[in-house]
């Protein structure tokens, strides 16, 4: 029996660009593939006409699979969904703008027939969109103790069968799927790419967005944040601590021969000041892990399938 290489494609508002990008770019390399192909659309309930625009164009194509989506999930949840439904021995997650190159798909599926179980896509050094944000989140999550995270890694991976039933298990809502596939910890190749310009339309992913994801991922791979204060907690209290003795015996008993001149009432409102301000910063923290058990408390379904507006879905187990 032929193996299959399913390609994961979430889709949100893109109703101008989605035929040029499969017609045009991911089609005809799929179609040179010596495997069986399945292409999985998720529409992540765009408002404009992305799904009738897709079905009526290729609703009678076997190739093509159309897993709709009730509303605006977010794209780390599409990307699940996607996973989800994919039956192919290799899995390969790309965005649909047409800005990762598919030129680069039999190079990463040759990486995956020599025994790779993860490869990814690591944006090129002249690449620009994003640079700034990627640098600080990449920074950001290598302070938080992922020190194994490559820079400019991106969401355009091929994953084996393995590592996609092990990643379907694992049900956490607020989800960054790159970093639930660093976490299962299979060894990964990479192969160095350049972006290009979207096929049509404007970024539907914006700065809030960008963000909201990096802060949910950041939440949910790491405690150093919460651990981060409860040290700069413990800081504070000591330096508080001998400025006070140092104010107490500077102003008091030694009589001010430095000449400072502090009022107790300006030192106890700096210290104070500064303490309150800590403390709600800690508390803010604290608040995002806190959210984030609540929302796994409440045991919602990831996402919910709309099943009349989506094509090719044979198993409804899902």
Same mark, same amino acid.
């Given at each position: 029996?032929?193996?299959?290489?399913?390609?994961?494609?979430?889709?949100?508002?893109?109703?101008?660009?989605?035929? #040029?990008?499969?017609?045009?770019?991911?089609?005809?390399?799929?179609?040179?593939?010596?495997?069986?192909?399945?292409?999985?659309?998720?529409?992540?309930?765009?408002?404009?006409?992305?799904?009738?625009?897709?079905?009526?164009?290729?609703?009678?194509?076997?190739?093509?699979?159309?897993?709709?989506?009730?509303?605006?999930?977010?794209?780390?949840?599409?990307?699940?969904?996607?996973?989800?439904?994919?039956?192919?021995?290799?899995?390969?997650?790309?965005?649909?703008?047409?800005?990762?190159?598919?030129?680069?798909?039999?190079?990463?599926?040759?990486?995956?027939?020599?025994?790779?179980?993860?490869?990814?896509?690591?944006?090129?050094?002249?690449?620009?969109?994003?640079?700034?944000?990627?640098?600080?989140?990449?920074?950001?999550?290598?302070?938080?103790?992922?020190?194994?995270?490559? =820079?400019?890694?991106?969401?355009?991976?091929?994953?084996?069968?393995?590592?996609?039933?092990?990643?379907?298990?694992?049900?956490?809502?607020?989800?960054?799927?790159?970093?639930?596939?660093?976490? /299962? #910890?299979?060894?990964?190749?990479?192969?160095?790419?350049?972006?290009?310009?979207?096929?049509?339309?404007?970024?539907?992913?914006?700065?809030?967005?960008?963000?909201?994801?990096?802060?949910?991922?950041?939440?949910?791979?790491?405690?150093?944040?919460?651990?981060?204060?409860?040290?700069? #907690?413990?800081?504070?209290?000591?330096?508080?601590?001998?400025? #006070?003795?140092?104010?107490?015996?500077?102003?008091?008993?030694?009589?001010?021969?430095?000449?400072?001149?502090?009022?107790?009432?300006?030192?106890?409102?700096?210290? =104070?000041?500064?303490?309150?301000?800590?403390?709600?910063?800690?508390?803010?923290?604290?608040? /995002?892990?806190?959210?984030?058990?609540?929302?796994?408390?409440?045991?919602?379904?990831?996402?919910?399938?709309?099943?009349?507006?989506?094509?090719?879905?044979?198993?409804?187990?899902?």
């Amino acid at each position: 029996m032929k193996m299959k290489v399913s390609v994961v494609v979430p889709m949100f508002n893109e109703a101008t660009g989605i035929v #040029g990008f499969l017609d045009g770019q991911l089609m005809p390399v799929l179609n040179k593939l010596s495997y069986d192909v399945e292409v999985i659309l998720v529409d992540d309930g765009s408002v404009d006409k992305t799904v009738e625009k897709v079905v009526k164009k290729y609703g009678s194509n076997e190739k093509i699979k159309v897993v709709a989506l009730t509303r605006n999930f977010g794209k780390e949840i599409a990307l699940t969904a996607g996973l989800t439904y994919a039956t192919g021995d290799a899995v390969i997650m790309i965005d649909a703008d047409g800005q990762h190159p598919v030129e680069i798909i039999p190079q990463m599926i040759k990486k995956w027939e020599e025994g790779a179980y993860i490869v990814t896509a690591v944006r090129g050094e002249n690449t620009t969109r994003h640079k700034m944000g990627s640098r600080i989140y990449y920074r950001v999550m290598r302070i938080c103790g992922n020190k194994d995270i490559v =820079v400019g890694a991106m969401d355009y991976r091929l994953l084996d069968r393995s590592v996609v039933d092990e990643f379907n298990k694992m049900p956490e809502h607020n989800r960054l799927a790159r970093g639930l596939v660093d976490w /299962l #910890g299979y060894p990964q190749e990479y192969v160095k790419v350049h972006t290009k310009n979207r096929v049509d339309g404007k970024p539907t992913y914006s700065h809030k967005k960008l963000v909201t994801l990096t802060i949910d991922g950041l939440a949910s791979s790491s405690r150093t944040p919460l651990v981060l204060f409860g040290y700069i #907690g413990v800081a504070i209290t000591v330096v508080s601590l001998i400025l #006070g003795v140092f104010i107490l015996i500077q102003q008091y008993i030694l009589g001010d021969p430095l000449k400072l001149d502090w009022s107790g009432a300006v030192a106890m409102s700096v210290f =104070v000041s500064f303490l309150v301000g800590l403390v709600l910063v800690s508390q803010a923290i604290t608040a /995002l892990y806190i959210s984030q058990i609540h929302t796994e408390a409440k045991g919602r379904p990831l996402y919910v399938v709309d099943k009349r507006k989506s094509i090719g879905l044979k198993n409804d187990k899902k």
